[in-house]
């Protein structure tokens, strides 16, 4: 077993557990997601902080940007300024399971709990 965790935030990968190894959390809740859910929302994330990274030199430091990216079943939105932003991500699971869920972490627990998703993800590659 693998985890991360740090105030508001909770990153665990169980590979004994097939069907949902990854459980992801926020202050006060949590959610498992399979293999599946985990390979498809992680490039979705990193691809809206990518985006964020290219407009920050354009961005003043009182500047509000907000950018979303919809892919198949995912939906993620950051919202923030120049160096700091939130992350709100929404599966609708019509196209797979069924099983559909809603997540949000605040300002600065989105920085911290992507970071470790890069290092899990990074890891598996």
């Known amino acids: 077993m693998i985890e991360y965790e740090g ?4 990153l665990v990968r ?13 202050d006060g809740w949590s959610v ?8 498809e929302l992680i490039p979705l994330i990193f691809d809206l902080i990518g985006q964020h990274k290219n407009l920050q030199d354009q961005l003043m430091p009182e500047e509000k940007i907000s950018l979303e990216i919809e ?27 069924n099983r559909s869920l809603e997540v949000y972490w605040p300002i600065p627990n989105a920085q911290l709990i992507t970071s470790a998703m890069r290092t899990m993800w990074d890891s598996r590659q």
């Open 7 to 10: 105030p508001g935030w909770r």
């Open 14 to 26: 169980d590979s004994s557990r097939k069907d949902f190894p990854y459980l992801i959390g926020g």
């Open 32 to 39: 498992e997601i399979s293999e599946t859910e985990w390979k």
């Open 71 to 97: 892919r198949k079943a995912y939906w993620a939105h950051l919202d923030g300024n120049k160096d700091l932003w939130s992350l709100k991500i929404i599966i609708d699971g019509k196209e797979q399971n």
